[in-house]
């Protein structure tokens, strides 16, 4: 007897479309700040992704999204850039301030 198999739905998240960014440069250089704001494509998240692998270790990036963001979807775009923190770079994913 054949069991009917589940089907495969996999979990999609919706980006947000618009977002700002700042990357901090690390304490140790040259003080310096890099703000973006910007759609957010695959392409600009490799962008803003390679600025602040270029400052360094101890940089920061902040990404602020549409107040409007679901939980899941600022877990996504948290995830687009998880693996710069693994190079020593703080990442900061958040809603933007209404008062912004």
């Known amino acids: 007897m054949a069991r009917p198999q589940a089907a495969y ?3 999609v998240y919706r980006l947000p479309s618009f977002v700002r960014t700042r990357v901090t440069a690390a ?3 040259s ?3 890099l703000k973006r704001v910007t759609w957010l494509t695959p392409y600009t998240a490799e962008e803003i992704a390679q600025e ?3 400052a ?4 920061q990036l902040e990404v602020s999204v549409p107040t409007c963001t679901s939980d899941a979807d600022v877990a996504a775009v948290d995830s687009l850039f998880a693996w710069l923190r693994e190079k020593g770079v703080s990442v900061a994913v ?3 301030d209404p008062a912004d």
């Open 31 to 33: 003080a310096w700040r």
């Open 27 to 29: 304490p140790r250089g």
């Open 9 to 11: 739905e996999p979990i």
């Open 52 to 54: 602040a692998r270029r």
């Open 56 to 59: 360094g270790a101890g940089a």
């Open 94 to 96: 958040r809603r933007q």
